[in-house]
């Protein structure tokens, strides 16, 4: 089955500064990578997603980019802010079908005023 | 709309004792998931739904069973809780044809002692 690997697992960086995590999949089929926020006591929230037909999307501040070759996919934060502080999660999984998705460990960010 | 919802939010139970855990969705969705979060693992697929009076085992069903009882209800259900059931449960919701969000209530706390 798919297996997804996120790095790094803490990130800390200053208010304005940008933030990068990245994932790896194994599956070469895998073709829709959702990434989720998690704040404290909540549920996964989605925030961006990109599809394998895709290389790159943005969202204001946020973006993804995704290396089919090198079967890996990133987000970057740009301009952040102290409510960006909060776990991060990507996700890939193979369209049609039952799409479940299959996580990574996740990375807890936190921005310092 | 409250979108995915969850009960109990937090529960102790004893080895062996059993309980189910409540979801429901007010969205009009035809998939249902339930995933477990565990400290460094990210989130696992237990069981899911694509359609009422469907259920398909995802990575570790193992110790659960589940019951799809109408469009908007997926119970998941522990016949003989262990300590390695310790964790926090996500129930989420997916809508119909090529819509990929997934949408996650807020989560039962359990711990098993």
């Known amino acids: 089955g798919e297996n997804v690997e996120q790095h790094p697992s803490t990130l800390s960086v200053q208010e304005g500064d940008s933030a990068v995590i990245k994932c790896t999949y194994s599956?070469?089929?895998?073709?829709?990578f959702p990434w989720y926020k998690q704040e404290l006591g909540k549920g996964p929230q989605l925030i961006i997603d990109?599809?394998?037909?895709?290389g790159e999307k943005k969202d204001q501040r946020i973006a993804v980019t995704l290396n089919k070759t090198a079967k890996h996919f990133s987000l970057h934060i740009t301009e952040t802010q102290p409510e960006d502080s909060a776990v991060y999660f990507c996700?890939?999984?193979?369209?049609?079908?039952?799409?479940?998705?299959?996580f990574g460990s996740g990375t807890r960010l936190q921005v310092q005023p | 709309n409250a979108g995915v919802t969850q009960t109990p939010k937090f529960q102790v139970l004893k080895t062996g004792q059993s309980m189910t855990l409540q979801c429901a969705q007010d969205m009009n969705h035809n998939s249902m998931y339930w995933y477990r979060q565990d400290p460094g693992m990210g989130l696992r697929l237990i069981y899911y739904?694509?359609?009422?009076?469907?259920?398909d085992k995802g990575e570790v069903p193992n110790g659960y069973n589940v019951s799809r009882l109408n469009k908007r209800e997926f119970s998941l259900r522990l016949e003989s809780a262990a300590p390695s059931q310790t964790s926090v449960y996500f129930c989420?919701?997916?809508?119909?044809?090529?819509?990929?969000?997934?949408?996650f209530g807020p989560g039962t706390r359990l711990t098993v002692l």
């Open positions: 989420a919701s997916r809508g119909q044809g090529n819509v990929d969000t997934q949408y």
């Open positions: 739904s694509a359609s009422e009076g469907t259920t």
């Open positions: 599956d070469s089929a895998s073709n829709y």
């Open positions: 996700a890939a999984s193979i369209l049609p079908g039952r799409r479940a998705l299959t």
């Open positions: 990109i599809r394998s037909n895709v």
